[in-house]
């Protein structure tokens, strides 16, 4: 196994939270994560840095591709509508530019069909793995 499925197994802090793959393929991510107790903030709602990183594991799995080493150059993220425990959320990452070494990635987070989160990331590949 090599890439996004490899990489996303390696990842301790996102299996930790229970992220999960949903469809995997070259420039484009599904991942599914459910929010708990544990990531609730000081007024009861999920905590932005929660779907942050849930958004920015999906956007490392679509700019990943088997043998190379692309990480995140810069990423934005606007939080629309708060979460709670229990909402199942679900961020598609979809490849919108790939040139050279650099490549432009938007995120989108639902729960059900409502937009949570809206996610951008410019990726930048360090290096291949022979």
Request: aromatic fraction near 6%; charge should be negative; glycine fraction near 10%.
């Amino acid at each position: 196994m090599d890439g996004p499925a490899q990489m996303l197994a390696n990842d301790p802090a996102s299996t930790a939270l229970g992220i999960r793959p949903l469809a995997l393929s070259d420039g484009s991510a599904t991942l599914a994560m459910t929010v708990t107790e544990r990531m609730i903030n000081g007024h009861g709602i999920a905590h932005g840095g929660y779907v942050f990183l849930l958004a920015d594991t999906a956007f490392a799995c679509a700019c990943n591709r088997p043998g190379s080493v692309t990480v995140a150059a810069q990423a934005e993220i606007d939080f629309l509508v708060p979460c709670g425990v229990g909402d199942e959320l679900v961020a598609t990452a979809v490849e919108r530019a790939r040139f050279g070494r650099s490549g432009i990635y938007d995120i989108t987070v639902r729960r059900g069909d409502e937009v949570v989160a809206e996610f951008r990331g410019r990726s930048r590949t360090l290096r291949s793995r022979d």
